[in-house]
């Protein structure tokens, strides 16, 4: 699975781009994305590869070619993920691989190494991000910069949590859905609430 998914993820690199990005097969009315794919035959694979690793000691994953050929399975898939460029699914398989080698028992030295080169490499990478992901960013932090565009569905979220909180107001009685219509002009969904 992982190597075909890999194999799929290196074609996907020659497909006409979508909204900047070559990241989906479009077949007449099939589409998927890869990465998706390839994220759980990543998971499985690097699991697998720790379980034969740790069958002499749980310790093994500390040693340094071992962790090393570990993050290599992970490493290519993200690699050619960046390429496309997606990166919002490349730090999703960074987050899945940091939990993974945590929970085989990596050792701490490894974690705090890890936090300040992260530390570090924050300004350089953060300079190099493309305007699409500054824009991201900055509408995540400042969503009331644009209350009618990008950062439309962040503030409602904010306001159906703070209005609903833990148990919600009920199906359809929530304060969004009392216009009836929701329309989206980029997708053309439309969805038709009714009490």
């Known amino acids: 699975m992982y190597g075909v998914f890999v194999f799929l993820l290196i074609i ?4 006409d781009p979508i909204s900047g990005a070559r990241s989906w097969f479009d077949i007449k009315s099939f589409s998927f994305q890869p990465s998706e794919f390839a994220k759980i035959a990543t998971i499985l694979f690097m699991t697998y590869s720790l379980n034969l690793l740790q069958a002499k000691g749980k310790n093994e994953i500390n040693k340094p070619w071992k962790l090393l050929a570990i993050l290599a399975i992970a490493a290519l898939p993200i690699g050619l993920i960046i390429l496309e460029p997606d990166f919002g699914t490349a730090t999703a398989y960074i987050f899945a691989v940091l939990f993974i080698i945590f ?3 990596i ?3 490894y974690i705090f190494a890890a936090i300040l080169l992260i530390a570090v490499l924050i300004p350089t990478i953060y300079s190099r991000l ?4 500054l824009s991201r ?3 995540f932090m400042h969503p009331e910069s644009d209350p009618r565009g990008a950062g439309y569905n962040i503030i409602q979220s904010k306001l159906a949590i703070g209005a609903g909180e833990l148990f919600g107001m009920g199906i359809f009685q929530g304060n969004q ?3 009836r219509i929701f329309a989206s002009k980029n997708y053309r ?5 009714n009490r």
Do not use: D, E, M, R
């Open 107 to 109: 050792n701490k030295k």
């Open 177 to 179: 859905t009392q216009l």
């Open 130 to 133: 493309p305007p699409h992901a």
């Open 12 to 15: 996907v690199l020659f497909t």
């Open 137 to 139: 960013i900055q509408i």
């Open 103 to 105: 929970a085989a028992g």
């Open 189 to 193: 969904l439309y969805f038709f609430c």
